[in-house]
């Protein structure tokens, strides 16, 4: 595991007592949580989370997605980004911050999201190209 991706100590709390022990019983687990006082609507938070598990767990989908933004993102909008991103994440953590860009540009109701200024540039092509790699990036309805 890698310590950048704990970003706070309740994160690292829930790491430690759950998702570790949770892992060393099965080695093929994905858990999501997401904090209840958030102003956005349930089903969005679960829908960004949902894209960071597809990233960490399909091979194929983060590669598409850090090549997408190695080749396809402006320079001038990564530091943008970054710039937005920075307010509330660890903004030098190339990882995070691709991370992050494909939760925000892919989730339900990114229309209203932190990267919404984005969504036009981006969320088409880099759609297009994750199901051109048999790796569409699981979409949630809202009336779940």
């Given at each position: 595991?890698?310590?950048?991706?704990?970003?706070?100590?309740?994160?690292?709390?829930?790491?430690?007592?759950?998702?570790?022990?949770?892992?060393?019983?099965?080695?093929?687990?994905?858990?999501?949580?997401?904090?209840?006082?958030?102003?956005?609507?349930?089903?969005?938070?679960?829908?960004?989370?949902?894209?960071?598990?597809?990233?960490?767990?399909?091979?194929?989908?983060?590669?598409?997605v850090?090549?997408?933004?190695?080749?396809?993102?402006?320079?001038?909008?990564?530091?943008?980004?970054?710039?937005?991103?920075?307010?509330?994440?660890?903004?030098?953590?190339?990882?995070?911050?691709k991370?992050?860009?494909?939760?925000?540009?892919?989730?339900s109701?990114a229309?209203?999201?932190?990267?919404?200024?984005?969504?036009?540039?981006?969320?088409?092509?880099?759609?297009?190209?994750?199901?051109?790699?048999?790796?569409?990036?699981?979409?949630?309805?809202?009336?779940?």
């Open positions: 595991h890698s310590k950048n991706i704990c970003l706070n100590s309740a994160e690292k709390e829930l790491f430690e007592k759950l998702i570790l022990p949770k892992s060393k019983e099965n080695k093929k687990i994905v858990i999501i949580a997401y904090a209840l006082y958030g102003r956005m609507d349930p089903i969005k938070i679960i829908s960004h989370e949902v894209m960071h598990a597809q990233y960490f767990t399909s091979l194929i989908y983060k590669s598409i850090d090549s997408f933004w190695q080749t396809e993102v402006s320079k001038e909008d990564k530091l943008k980004i970054k710039k937005i991103l920075g307010r509330y994440y660890d903004s030098s953590n190339e990882l995070l911050v991370n992050e860009f494909q939760a925000y540009i892919l989730m109701g229309e209203s999201g932190l990267l919404s200024a984005f969504l036009d540039e981006y969320r088409k092509p880099l759609t297009e190209a994750l199901i051109k790699a048999h790796a569409p990036p699981i979409q949630l309805e809202s009336s779940l």
